[in-house]
């Protein structure tokens, strides 16, 4: 298992190449992405933890869970234990969350959250606000049998803290999520993941956002909830 999305555009802000898998080459005689677009079926309705759930099966389904559960474990509830252990058994399979919860809270240690700027709970500091949001921008599948699928999320983010004097101001990362999911008790989950940087377009000419635009922002405005 590897670290997931946020903790990961963190360790990364630095520079280097981010972690790469087989499972992102995509197979010649599989599926090919196909433009994000009205397909006439019913959205999911479920939800399990706050994370959508109830996803059809078929390969459009698979690629709908695998964004949402982008969004999920990309968000700023993965910082927190509790929030963090919710997550990980919504989207995981009952096989595969014991053991990512475990990693994980090793890997979110007092010295880590306070190496990204957190207190030791995961929470901000007084007068600053945590931003860790993760958007998908577009997926496909690279393999997908009746069982089990392997679906790519490209996706852009955002994290770091907002606020008057913050030594970590929010940045926008671009990165590539890869899951091997599984139908399990009805619902596609996820068996594992990877992660690996960009593709990143060329940055352009925007004004960047005040510290006190950026918290209203996140405070404004509510994620989404990705159907194709």
């Known amino acids: 298992?590897?670290?997931?999305?946020?903790?990961?555009?963190?360790?990364?802000?630095?520079?280097?190449?981010?972690?790469?898998?087989?499972?992102?080459?995509?197979?010649?005689d599989g599926p090919r992405s196909e433009?994000?677009?009205?397909?006439?079926?019913?959205?999911v309705d479920g939800k399990t933890g706050g994370i959508a759930s109830g996803f059809a099966?078929?390969?459009?389904?698979?690629?709908?869970?695998?964004?949402?559960f982008a969004v999920a474990l990309g968000g700023d509830g993965m910082f927190r234990a509790d929030s963090r252990h919710a997550i990980v058994d919504a989207t995981h399979t009952p096989d595969a969350a014991p053991a990512l919860k475990s990693e994980l809270d090793k890997a979110y240690s007092a010295d880590f959250l306070k190496n990204v700027g957190l207190q030791a709970d995961g929470s901000a500091p007084k007068g600053l606000t945590f931003v860790s949001r993760t958007v998908p921008v577009g997926s496909k599948t690279t393999s997908y049998s009746n069982g089990d699928a392997t679906v790519e999320v490209w996706c852009t983010g955002l994290v770091g803290l907002a606020g008057e004097g913050s030594t970590k101001p929010v940045s926008q990362t671009w990165f590539t999520v890869t899951e091997k999911l599984r139908w399990s008790n009805d619902d596609w989950k996820i068996v594992s993941?990877?992660?690996?940087?960009?593709?990143?377009?060329?940055?352009?000419?925007?004004?960047?956002?005040?510290?006190?635009?950026?918290?209203?922002?996140?405070?404004?405005?509510?994620?989404f909830t990705y159907a194709r």
């Open 1 to 28: 298992m590897v670290l997931l999305i946020a903790a990961i555009a963190f360790a990364n802000r630095g520079g280097g190449s981010g972690s790469g898998s087989a499972d992102g080459e995509a197979a010649k």
């Open 193 to 223: 993941s990877s992660q690996k940087q960009g593709p990143a377009p060329v940055n352009g000419d925007d004004r960047a956002a005040s510290a006190e635009e950026i918290s209203n922002a996140v405070g404004g405005y509510g994620g």
């Open 57 to 68: 099966h078929s390969e459009q389904g698979a690629q709908s869970a695998a964004a949402n």
């Open 35 to 43: 433009a994000t677009a009205p397909s006439g079926v019913k959205p």
